[in-house]
């Protein structure tokens, strides 16, 4: 008995919902005057789009920017504390090493601390 109640009452509500519905379109189409009323989208100013957008820019990347890119930074578990050397064999060359690229994340250092990709962040705003 519930059950058909409830069926029936959802029924009710969905056939009145398309009633209104179909009501309404007949309506919209005049107004009080018996004019028909225009639809004609008003042209778009892009102008305080672009101011809030730049506005906003700088507020965006700079904490892109000063992310901490190495969670395990300054830790015993950190892997980019470890560097690897390797010392050619001609003489007087200077020894290679990977730590100059990698001491800036494993002290905390954000995207600015990498030594070519800091230098291109530093142009962005923020």
Same mark, same amino acid.
């Given at each position: 008995?519930?059950?058909?109640?409830?069926?029936?009452?959802?029924?009710?509500?969905?056939?009145?919902?398309?009633?209104?519905?179909?009501?309404?379109?007949?309506?919209?189409?005049?107004?009080?005057?018996?004019?028909?009323?225009?639809?004609?989208?008003?042209?778009?100013?892009?102008?305080?789009?672009?101011?809030?957008?730049?506005?906003?820019?700088?507020?965006?990347?700079?904490?892109?920017?000063?992310?901490?890119?190495?969670?395990?930074?300054?830790?015993?578990?950190?892997?980019?504390?470890? /560097?690897? !050397?390797? @010392? %050619?064999?001609?003489? &007087? *060359? +200077?020894? $290679?090493?990977?730590?100059?690229?990698?001491?800036?994340?494993?002290?905390?250092? /954000?995207? !600015?601390? @990498? %030594?070519?990709?800091? &230098? *291109? +962040?530093? $142009?962005?705003?923020?």
């Amino acid at each position: 008995m519930r059950k058909t109640a409830r069926t029936a009452a959802l029924t009710t509500i969905l056939l009145g919902a398309a009633g209104i519905a179909a009501a309404t379109p007949a309506a919209a189409l005049t107004t009080a005057s018996g004019a028909r009323p225009s639809a004609e989208l008003q042209p778009t100013s892009v102008g305080p789009a672009m101011a809030g957008l730049t506005g906003a820019v700088p507020y965006v990347l700079a904490p892109a920017k000063d992310f901490r890119l190495d969670p395990l930074a300054n830790s015993s578990a950190d892997p980019l504390n470890n /560097g690897v !050397a390797f @010392l %050619p064999d001609s003489p &007087g *060359a +200077a020894p $290679l090493s990977t730590k100059p690229v990698t001491n800036g994340l494993s002290h905390g250092g /954000g995207l !600015a601390s @990498l %030594p070519l990709v800091g &230098g *291109a +962040a530093n $142009l962005l705003p923020g």
